[in-house]
């Protein structure tokens, strides 16, 4: 219960590797605000919590990628449990084309949820983590955003932002006591994966749980030493590269 009586808000909490998160975070004691845009899934998510490791935990419904939406979300989640000490910017979508198709509206909505959403919840956390000189803020970027590809220009460019975000910010914040690193998840067997390339060869894929292993074992003590980098959590298996 390394965890007990800290606070954490995860983002696509609802499923894949922020469902795991969640409960993961549960099982060590952490209250755990669950953040998505399903209804659905958040509730499932924590009644699981309730009821398997009997933390506290609510539903807080949201889209990260407005600004005003997220004011309202983390005043939401301040309100039901005082404070946030742990912030999970998981939420995160995929544009799979070539650049030529690729639209402006799609760019922007690519960066909007994986760069800019981290970017607002960021904002309304640190200041009350900088009064109290502790906080853990983890990103997650991609094993892409450590690299080129082809067809996923959008993505890789905001992965790629996603990790000198963290690097930046954790420097930044290491005189208050806040850490800030960034996950890059090789290829992860999740509904957004299957979703993009349902008939693609998964052998030595990931699965949810096991990056958010990593995720949380950031957030433990025992990881004190490690902030303003990268984690690459890439295992065995070949990201999809159509």
């Not at 009586?5 to 469902?19: D, E, H, M, Q």
């Not at 997220?70 to 939401?76: F, R």
């Not at 949820?113 to 983590?129: D, G, Q, T």
Request: hydrophobic share 40%; aromatic share 4%; net charge negative.
């Amino acid at each position: 219960m390394e965890l007990k009586g800290k606070v954490a808000l995860v983002t696509g909490g609802g499923r894949g590797i922020g469902r795991e998160t969640s409960l993961l975070l549960a099982s060590h004691g952490a209250d755990v605000a669950v953040c998505a845009r399903s209804k659905h899934e958040c509730d499932e998510v924590v009644q699981a919590i309730q009821e398997v490791h009997g933390t506290k935990a609510i539903a807080v419904i949201c889209d990260v990628g407005d600004p005003e939406a997220v004011q309202k979300a983390v005043k939401e989640v301040k309100e039901k449990f005082g404070k946030i000490d742990i912030l999970v910017n998981n939420a995160g979508v995929m544009s799979l084309k070539p650049f030529v198709e690729t639209s402006v509206e799609e760019w922007h909505w690519v960066h909007d949820i994986n760069l800019h959403a981290p970017f607002y919840l960021s904002k309304e956390v640190i200041p009350e983590m900088i009064e109290k000189k502790d906080g853990i803020i983890i990103n997650i970027s991609s094993i892409w955003g450590t690299k080129g590809g082809p067809n996923r220009s959008a993505y890789i460019s905001s992965k790629h932002a996603v990790i000198g975000f963290s690097k930046a910010l954790g420097e930044e914040l290491k005189p208050y006591g806040i850490r800030v690193n960034a996950v890059c998840p090789g290829p992860v067997d999740t509904k957004m994966t299957n979703d993009m390339a349902p008939n693609i060869n998964k052998t030595g894929w990931l699965q949810p749980i096991d990056i958010a292993n990593v995720i949380v074992d950031l957030c433990l003590p025992k990881s004190v030493a490690v902030t303003a980098t990268s984690i690459e959590a890439f295992g065995a298996g070949q990201p999809v590269s159509t």
